[in-house]
């Protein structure tokens, strides 16, 4: 394949690529694919990314990656950094965030934030966690791939979420596709 036909901004986009700590990266080819806009959410990453968080797409955006669905209905990102460095990160970007419920019902989220992009948002998930029988799962953010010059979330970690979630028909995608990959 041209190296143009691989995971970078696209041309003419004003996005710039960013270097990011990846875990077993794997670049996927670009696929056709309906989604939000890519500025509101390239922000928040780089504004968390500058602040040395770590940070990862998750939800439709990781499935729509791994060629599971072909339509990203919002941006899900999660990270492990502190409440109070995701705040700074946030006030640093120039759209409106608001402070969502975490922590509620199955959710031991630490907190979320909705960040208005234009006609969707960005939920940042910061220390996504679930409850599963009184305790507490914590779901780590680790980045195992580069989609649309975003980093993508760890699907085993999305596979248990979307379990504890009672969302089945993800999780079945995810297990499929878990099966069916190549191992190396």
């Known amino acids: 394949m041209k190296s143009r036909d691989w995971i970078g901004p696209p041309e003419g986009s004003g996005l710039v690529a960013r270097v990011l700590p990846v875990l077993h990266a794997v670049e996927v080819p670009v696929s056709p694919v309906a989604s ?27 499935l729509a990656a791994l060629g599971l669905i072909g339509r990203v ?21 120039r759209l409106p965030v608001v402070v969502a419920s975490a ?6 989220t630490r907190a979320r934030f909705a960040v ?9 998930l910061v220390g996504f966690a679930l409850r599963d029988d009184g305790h507490v799962v914590a779901l780590p953010t680790r980045v195992t791939r580069i989609w649309r010059g975003l980093p993508i979330a ?19 995608l995810l297990q499929r596709w878990h099966h069916e990959r190549p191992h190396p």
Request: aromatic letters at 4%; hydrophobic letters at 45%; charged letters at 20%.
């Open 36 to 62: 939000p806009p890519l500025p509101a959410v390239v922000a928040v990453l780089d504004a968390l990314q500058a602040r040395g968080a770590v940070a990862a797409v998750g939800g439709s955006g990781l």
């Open 103 to 108: 922590g509620q019902g199955g959710y031991a």
């Open 116 to 124: 208005r992009g234009v006609g969707h948002d960005v939920d940042v």
């Open 154 to 172: 760890d699907p085993e970690v999305w596979l248990q979420a979307y379990r504890l979630l009672g969302r089945q028909d993800r999780a079945d």
């Open 73 to 93: 209905r919002d941006w899900d990102v999660t990270t492990d950094a502190t409440t109070q460095t995701v705040q700074a990160a946030l006030s640093a970007i």
